[in-house]
Nanobody
Framework: QVQLVESGGGLVQAGGSLRLSCTASGRTFSSRAMGWFRQAPGKERDFVAGISWNGGNTYYTDSVKGRFTISRDGAKNTVYLQMNSLKPEDTAVYYC??????????????????WGQGTQVTVSS
């Protein structure tokens, strides 16, 4: 069992930065790949970024490449999403998720077993 708690969301002006954190409880965190997703009102939950279990590989959706960075700290059981040069279209509830063992992709919500409660990010123009 893995429990995930996100923090770090808030209101920021366009061009600003935020860092989201996702702290996990449970013994399997260190062996699981992790992902960040976001969901805007009335839209599907979309993949933002993913990181392999050891941090050696990272993946991003095209719209955030060069602006967002995913990382993890095994000692703290935490995964981060550093978001720079934020745009109004980044406004959404952001969720972290723990990927299931044996999953093939990073971008499909079905590949993730556990989800946090979400944290709101609002970017004003």
């Amino acid at each position: 069992q893995v429990q995930l708690v996100e923090s770090g969301g808030g209101l920021v002006q366009a061009g600003g930065s935020l860092r989201l954190s996702c702290t996990a409880s449970g013994r399997t965190f260190s062996s699981r790949a992790m992902g960040w997703f976001r969901q805007a009102p009335g839209k599907e939950r979309d993949f933002v970024a993913g990181i392999s279990w050891n941090g050696g590989n990272t993946y991003y959706t095209d719209s955030v490449k060069g602006r967002f960075t995913i990382s993890r700290d095994g000692a703290k059981n935490t995964v981060y999403l550093q978001m720079n040069s934020l745009k109004p279209e980044d406004t959404a509830v952001y969720y972290c998720a723990a990927r299931g063992y044996g999953s093939v992709t990073y971008s499909d919500t079905k590949d993730y077993d556990y989800w946090g409660q979400g944290t709101q990010v609002t970017v004003s123009s």
